[in-house]
């Protein structure tokens, strides 16, 4: 088979499978298992592709076509121009959680803060963290998370992207894990937390059932970690210190009442491209 049938015949099963984007799944399989770019495409189609290479390609494809996260298949995914390693058991980064990093960069800048000390909760590849790590290179960031999967992920992305001087990885529950920390301590206070309502769950799209449950689910109302981050972690900004926490698309109001009954001001609710709530940023 050459390489020309090859994409056509894993863009047909793609498509056939309800995939939204065959044709570019089809080519980034193609790109991961082949090393096969579109000049490569372009250059040597008609090409044989060796049996061992298509058998390759095929088992991924039908990986896929079960819902298996492509993100998991190709073993990584970038964030804000930043490489993280990904797999079962660590919640894959996504586009939206950039509204909560650029507001609190938005945030930090006006402020002429360049070594803010961080505070990442629920920090799972570390996306949050190493994007700041990028932009505030004298920053110093502690990023709790409290799974063995995924703070193995955490701490992987944060060698290999050479951010250890930068970004601490602690393994705690933000649940109880608080008193361990001082009060008063961050200028910045950042996190994705799980926002998902538990019986909303089974609803979501197919892709998102392998993801694990518990970076996902936020409680019966969707609120449980914005109650804790409110009432127990919020004191340990600095006066002045900024809050940044992506949220579910309608929780944007209630998030914002929790934080500005436990002290926090100028509490705004920041919304995606589409319109819909995404992050609400403070002051303390």
């Known amino acids: ?92 980064p996504r586009d939206d959680t950039e509204v909560c990093v650029r507001e609190c960069m938005k945030l930090l800048d006006s402020r002429g803060i360049a070594a803010p000390e961080i505070l ?42 050479n951010a250890e001087e930068i970004v601490k990885p602690v393994r705690a529950d933000i649940f109880t894990a608080y008193e361990s920390f001082p009060d008063h301590g961050y200028d910045v206070l950042i996190s994705n937390p799980p926002y998902i309502c538990t019986d909303e769950i089974s609803t979501l799209q197919r892709e998102v059932g392998f993801e694990p449950q518990m970076a996902l689910d936020g409680g019966s109302d969707g609120l449980d970690f914005y109650r804790c981050i409110s009432e127990k972690w919020l004191k340990k900004l600095r006066h002045g210190g900024i809050i940044s926490l992506e949220t579910g698309e309608q929780q944007g109001q209630a998030v914002s009442r929790l934080l500005s009954q436990c002290g926090a001001e100028n509490v705004r609710v920041i919304k995606d491209i589409s319109g819909l709530d995404r992050t609400v940023t403070g002051v303390v």
């Open 120 to 161: 990442e909760l629920c920090s799972g590849t570390g996306a949050i963290s190493l994007a700041l790590a990028k932009k505030y290179p004298k920053a110093r960031i502690t990023a709790l998370e409290l799974s063995d999967k995924a703070f193995g992920y955490l701490c992987r992305n944060i060698r290999d992207n």
């Open 1 to 92: 088979m050459t390489y020309r049938e090859l994409l056509k015949k894993a863009e047909y099963e793609l498509s056939d499978s309800g995939n939204e984007a065959p044709m570019t799944e089809a080519r980034e399989l193609m790109y991961h298992f082949l090393g096969a770019d579109r000049m490569f495409l372009l250059d040597r189609a008609e090409d044989i592709v060796p049996e061992e290479k298509e058998n390759e390609l095929m088992r991924a494809v039908g990986k896929r076509k079960t819902g298996f996260p492509l993100q998991y298949i190709l073993g990584s995914w970038s964030f804000m121009g930043t490489e993280l390693s990904v797999g079962e058991g660590v919640l894959i």
